[in-house]
């Protein structure tokens, strides 16, 4: 498929019945990279063409928010050649993308512990996230140095500190106050979970928010996945039945 495909290129999808939400944990960059012999870093760069598409794509179909995980709190823990890297793959991409996230009315978001990105990254993510705010046609929010369990730390700790001076009543601790104080606060739950590479795990992402999202795991690596394996990820969601532990219908 060539970079010029538009909506009419699209297999039919149920416009209806599409995810509002959909997570994705890009995993197999490094894999990809060792079959060809290749960096690791090679297989990043890759990776993040595939984003550009899956971004243009999830726009394309009307997807509500995309998150992608980017960064996990745990790969602060790799060699510091490639986190460097991936600071800087990162840095080129928020500038690179700032022109079309404009022209398509994409607003940028951003979860995680993001005071512990280098400053430059830092600097391009706020310049980026404050020019998109007004945009409404799409949330392309990044999790960047997130893990699903600092988060719920965090959410923690904000939660005793309002009870402790005296603005939360324990008793008013609900599902939802808890929602509220995740760095999700405000955006509905993922209701498609994808992970590439083939790995059968969360790997620290959404804990608290993917209690009810339809999971789907595929053995591409990230760097080989594309629109239409997208796609099709998306009609097998179309036609799963979300039951929320109800009875079917
Ligand atoms: C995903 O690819 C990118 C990040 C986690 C940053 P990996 O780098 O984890 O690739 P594999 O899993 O080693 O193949
Ligand atoms: C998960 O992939 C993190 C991201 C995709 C950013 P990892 O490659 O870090 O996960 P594990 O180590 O295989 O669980
Ligand atoms: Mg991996």
Sequence with gaps: MNSNTSFHDLPALDTAKLPAHVAIIMDGNGRWAKKRYL???????????????????????????LSLYAFSTENWQRPQKEVAALMT???????SELKEMMDNNIRLTSIGQIERLPENVKMALHKATTATRENNGMVLNLALSYGGRSEIV???????????????DPDSITPELISEHLYTHGMP???????????????????????YSEIFFTDTLWPDFNKDEFIQILKDYQNRERRFGKVGS
Excluded: C
């Design 39 to 65: 960096n690791r870093i090679n297989g990043h760069k890759k990776g993040t063409e595939v984003v550009r598409t899956i971004v243009r794509t999830s726009r394309e179909i009307g997807i509500s928010i």
């Design 89 to 95: 793959l990162l840095k080129n991409f928020l500038q």
């Design 154 to 168: 965090r959410m923690v700790r904000k939660i005793a500190g309002k009870t402790k001076d005296g603005l939360i």
């Design 189 to 211: 739950d993922p209701d498609l979970l994808v992970r590439t590479s083939g790995e059968m795990r969360i790997s620290n992402f959404f804990l608290w928010q993917i209690a």
